[in-house]
C-alpha cells in the first residue's frame, strides 16, 4: 500500500513471454493484461516504452489488449492514464 508502483518490469515480463509463446507454436490466442494500480507509476517512461515496443511486434490490432484499472484519487494519475489511453497512438504509430 505505500511507496512507488513499478510497472514496466511486470509488463515486459508478461508481453515478452506471450510473444515466445506466439513465436513458438503461432497459435497464442490474444492477450488480455490488466493492470490494477493507484495510477502513480514511478516509471512512467518505461512502462510507456514496454507498451509501445510490443505494439511493434503485434500481427494484428486486436492481438494483445491493456487495461489499466484505476483505484484511488491519486490527482496525478489521470493525465499519463489518458496519455497511454489517447496519446500514444498519435506520438508512436
Given at each position: 500500500?505505500?511507496?512507488?508502483?513499478?510497472?514496466?518490469?511486470?509488463l515486459e515480463r508478461e508481453l515478452n513471454a506471450y510473444f515466445k509463446r506466439r513465436n513458438q507454436d503461432g497459435t497464442t490466442k490474444p492477450l488480455l493484461l490488466t493492470v490494477i494500480t493507484d495510477g502513480a507509476f514511478s516509471d512512467k517512461f518505461s512502462s510507456r516504452r514496454a507498451?509501445?515496443?510490443?505494439?511493434?511486434?503485434?500481427?494484428?490490432?486486436?492481438?494483445?489488449?491493456?487495461?489499466?484499472?484505476?483505484?484511488?484519487?491519486?490527482?496525478?494519475?489521470?493525465?499519463?492514464?489518458?496519455?497511454?489511453?489517447?496519446?500514444?497512438?498519435?506520438?508512436?504509430?
Open positions: 500500500p505505500h511507496g512507488g508502483t513499478f510497472a514496466a518490469r511486470s507498451i509501445v515496443k510490443a505494439t511493434r511486434k503485434m500481427r494484428r490490432a486486436d492481438e494483445i489488449v491493456v487495461v489499466i484499472l484505476k483505484v484511488g484519487e491519486d490527482t496525478k494519475s489521470p493525465k499519463f492514464l489518458d496519455l497511454l489511453d489517447n496519446q500514444l497512438v498519435s506520438r508512436y504509430d
